[in-house]
């Protein structure tokens, strides 16, 4: 069992271009979230989504845009990147229980330039 | 005034010695409490969780919930340099809507002296 892959692992983007973070989980998970960890600010969740087909917006979504056609994948988009999109983004999932743990990816380190 | 507090350390401590972590929440109707460790460059993975007031126990892990004071702490007892680590807190609270919202904070730094 894989639990909650991640891709790239890291990329290096140039400002204004797009990019699409991966994240596909095997645990049949109905909630996966996408957060972005800076130093001192700890996770900030940008996107969330509690069932297949079904999105909403986190603490700092502007710039960021999900969607969920399957139970397994959460593809996370960053229209046009901007300097203030470095960082490492976490994606989760989680049974959707209010006493659910969250399951973490192994991140992907973004550098926007 | 965060909704989720920790002192970001680094707490230091010898090996051996108990390791205390604390973490105050800002909104009384939170019902579930995490801790998450998370090494340097890795991701969080869950310690302990706990929904009760009280204290629960885990090997050498303990969480202490006290909902009055608005107050969670994680104890490690005979830390090992292997717990040294960023320890995030993590709360649910229920939304209006049915749904539930997770906060977390911004972690403290363990170092535990060998």
């Known amino acids: 069992i894989a639990g909650i892959t991640q891709a790239p692992t890291s990329q290096i983007l140039a400002a204004g271009r797009r990019m699409t973070l991966r994240c596909t989980q095997d645990?049949?998970?109905?909630?996966m979230y996408w957060y972005r960890q800076d130093l001192g600010l700890g996770l900030r969740l940008i996107h969330y989504?509690?069932?297949?087909?079904?999105?909403g917006k986190g603490e700092v979504p502007d710039g960021y845009s999900v969607s969920r056609a399957n139970t397994d994948d959460f593809p996370l988009t960053l229209a046009s990147a901007v300097p203030s999109q470095t960082s490492v983004y976490f994606c989760?999932?989680?049974?959707?229980?209010?006493?659910?743990?969250?399951?973490f990816g192994p991140g992907t380190r973004l550098t926007v330039l | 005034q965060k909704e989720v507090e920790q002192n970001s350390g680094p707490l230091s401590v010898p090996e051996g010695a108990i390791a205390s972590l604390n973490c105050t929440y800002s909104?009384?109707?939170?019902?579930?409490f995490f801790w998450y460790r998370q090494y340097s460059g890795k991701s969080p993975e869950l310690i302990m969780s706990?929904?009760?007031?009280g204290d629960k126990e885990d090997g050498r892990f303990t969480a202490q919930l006290n909902k009055a004071s608005q107050y969670v702490s994680l104890l490690i007892r005979d830390s090992q340099p292997s717990d040294s680590a960023t320890y995030l807190c993590?709360?649910?609270?229920?939304?209006?809507?049915?749904?539930?919202?997770?906060?977390f904070g911004a972690g403290t730094r363990l170092f535990v002296k060998a």
């Open positions: 645990m049949r998970h109905n909630a």
């Open positions: 993590a709360v649910n609270r229920g939304l209006g809507t049915g749904g539930f919202k997770t906060i």
């Open positions: 989760a999932s989680s049974d959707s229980g209010q006493r659910d743990t969250q399951y």
């Open positions: 706990i929904y009760s007031n």
């Open positions: 989504s509690n069932t297949a087909g079904t999105t």
């Open positions: 909104d009384r109707v939170s019902q579930s």
